[in-house]
């Protein structure tokens, strides 16, 4: 069983910026697609962005384009996700996730489908408050 392990979260005031780390027993390059989602309290799980690993395409919700950015290091089994003008709506737990079968994301990013993933980390809380 794959498993992954998210770090980075915490607190952190409006506009700042937190980069969160997920590390995985696997080598990256054997995931189909990895990605993260996040879960606000009294919310749904939700999509916020993935990579496919075949051709490295990045997908975004649009609720953080252009404010996140989601990458891996293929040397260190890690991925990440960089974010940037933190917003207080971006307060939640993080998870990060990945697949080994082919999978391709359907639009609206939001709507990823949490069934695709079977591998998953424990959540990392993320607080954006002044």
């Known amino acids: 069983q794959v498993q992954l392990a998210e770090s980075g979260g915490g607190l952190v005031q409006p506009g700042g910026s937190l980069r969160l780390s997920c590390v995985t027993s696997g080598h990256i390059l054997d995931y189909y697609a990895i990605a993260w989602f996040r879960q606000a309290p009294g919310k749904e799980r939700e999509g916020v962005c993935c990579?496919?690993?075949?051709?490295?395409?990045?997908y975004y919700a649009d609720s953080v384009k252009g404010r996140f950015t989601i990458s891996s290091d293929n040397t260190k089994n890690t991925m990440y996700l960089q974010m940037n003008s933190l917003k207080q709506e971006d307060t939640a737990v993080y998870f990060c996730?990945?697949?080994?079968?082919?999978?391709?994301?359907?639009?609206?990013?939001?709507?990823?489908?949490?069934?695709?993933?079977?591998?998953w980390g424990q959540g990392t809380q993320v607080t954006v408050s002044s």
């Open positions: 990579i496919t690993n075949n051709d490295g395409s990045a």
């Open positions: 996730a990945a697949t080994a079968y082919p999978w391709a994301p359907h639009l609206p990013i939001e709507t990823m489908d949490t069934l695709a993933f079977e591998s």
